[in-house]
Nanobody, 114 residues
Framework: QVPLVESGGGLVQAGGSLRLSCAVSRIIFSVSVVAWYRQAPGKQRELVAVITTGGSTNYVDSVKGRFTILRDFAKSVVYLQMNSLKPEDTAVYYC????????WGQGTQVTVSS
């Protein structure tokens, strides 16, 4: 079983919303800190949001108040709800899970048009 599988990216106009999903293997879900990263063309990968096993969250300043990271234990899925999207949010978004080792998803493209 692939540890992480992302979905939900796409093209949206500025001001719109998207919800990204990261399906996490049940073997690691309950013991993982899960995060969303993004990488825009020509830029370094940056941490966008993180959620701990206890539900604590943290966000990069540029998305605070617009993005929400959520954890569904029943489905073993971590969501990134993105509202009020801006063109500068355009990037490939990656799901990351950290236990005793680190796992990465394949990435999903988010494009926000102005």
């Amino acid at each position: 079983q692939v540890p992480l599988v992302e979905s939900g990216g796409g093209l949206v106009q500025a001001g719109g919303s998207l919800r990204l999903s990261c399906a996490v293997s049940r073997i690691i879900f309950s013991v993982s800190v899960v995060a969303w990263y993004r990488q825009a063309p020509g830029k370094q990968r940056e941490l966008v949001a993180v959620i701990t096993t206890g539900g604590s969250t943290n966000y990069v300043d540029s998305v605070k108040g617009r993005f929400t990271i959520l954890r569904d234990f029943a489905k073993s899925v971590v969501y990134l709800q993105m509202n009020s999207l801006k063109p500068e949010d355009t990037a490939v978004y990656y799901c990351n899970a950290m236990t005793s080792r680190e796992y990465w998803g394949q990435g999903t493209q988010v494009t926000v048009s102005s």
